[in-house]
C-alpha cells in the first residue's frame, strides 16, 4: 500500500498568513493526488487534482505543487472560510490511500 | 447539478447488517466509477470500495473485504453497499463518491449517512 505523511498535523494561523502542508508518498504515484477541505459535519471537497490543478470555483489562493513524491499546498491570504481539515490523497494504485489530515486552526 | 444522497445509515449490533444506498442525479450515472468512504468519528477518511461503469471491476479495501458488498443500479441511477459481519469499527459516516475526473479521484461527495455498530 502506499502510505501518504502528510505534515502537519494542525496549524495555526492568522487572516492574511500563508500557509504550506505537505505530503509525501511512500512511492511515486505520478502525481495522482488531490487536495481536499472538510469542514465540521460535512463532507470532503476537492481543492487541487492532479497535484497542481485548481478545480473549478475554487479560489485562487489555494494551489498544488509536486516533486517526485513530495506534494505541497499553500494558501496565500488565508481568509475566515479557509479554517478547516486539509487532507491529500492518492488515487495513483488501489488501495486509494490519505493523508492523516492537517487541521488549520484561527491563531 | 450532481448531487448524490445517501441513506440507511442506523444503529446495529456487532454481528449485525444493513444496506446503505446513493442516489445520483445531475450526471449521467452508467458514465462513472462510483465509489464508498468512510470516516470514523474523529478520524480520517478511509476508501472502502469502489465500482466501475459496468459492475465489471469492483474492489474493496482489506478491511472490509468479505463482508461488504458493493453494488449498483444504472436504470435506477443508484449504488448500494450491503454490510455484513459489522464489527464496532465499522463506525464512521459512510460517504458515496463519484470519479469523474479520474478513477480513484473522489471528486464529488454526498453529505454521507452515519452508521453506529453497538450492542
Known amino acids: 500500500d502506499i502510505q501518504m505523511t502528510q505534515s502537519p498535523s494542525s496549524l495555526s494561523a492568522s487572516i492574511g498568513d500563508r500557509v504550506t502542508i505537505t505530503c509525501q508518498a511512500s512511492?511515486?504515484?505520478?502525481?495522482?493526488l488531490n487536495w481536499y477541505q472538510q469542514k465540521p459535519g460535512k463532507a470532503p471537497k476537492v481543492l487541487i487534482y492532479?497535484?497542481?490543478n485548481l478545480e473549478t470555483g475554487v479560489p485562487s489562493r489555494f494551489s498544488g505543487t509536486s516533486s517526485a513524491t513530495d506534494f505541497t499546498f499553500t494558501i496565500s491570504n488565508l481568509q475566515p472560510e479557509d479554517f478547516a481539515t486539509y487532507y491529500c490523497q492518492q488515487y495513483d494504485s488501489l488501495p486509494y490511500t490519505f493523508g492523516q489530515g492537517t487541521k488549520l486552526e484561527m491563531k | 447539478e450532481v448531487q448524490l444522497a445517501e441513506s440507511g445509515g442506523g444503529l446495529a449490533k456487532p454481528g449485525g447488517s444493513l444496506r446503505l444506498s446513493c442516489e445520483a442525479s445531475g450526471f449521467t450515472f452508467s458514465d462513472y466509477t462510483m465509489n464508498w468512504v468512510r470516516q470514523a468519528p474523529g478520524k480520517g477518511l478511509e476508501w472502502v470500495s469502489s465500482?466501475?461503469?459496468?459492475?465489471?471491476?469492483?474492489f474493496y479495501a482489506d478491511s472490509v473485504r468479505g463482508r461488504f458488498t458493493i453494488s449498483r443500479d444504472n436504470a435506477k441511477n443508484a449504488m448500494f453497499v450491503q454490510m455484513n459481519s459489522l464489527r464496532g469499527e465499522d463506525t464512521a459516516v459512510y460517504y458515496c463518491?463519484?470519479?469523474?475526473?479520474?478513477?480513484?479521484?473522489?471528486?464529488?461527495w454526498g453529505p454521507g449517512t452515519v452508521v453506529s455498530v453497538s450492542s
Open positions: 512511492q511515486d504515484i505520478n502525481n495522482y
Open positions: 492532479d497535484a497542481s
Open positions: 463518491a463519484v470519479s469523474q475526473r479520474s478513477i480513484g479521484s473522489f471528486d464529488i
Open positions: 465500482i466501475s461503469r459496468t459492475s465489471s471491476y469492483i
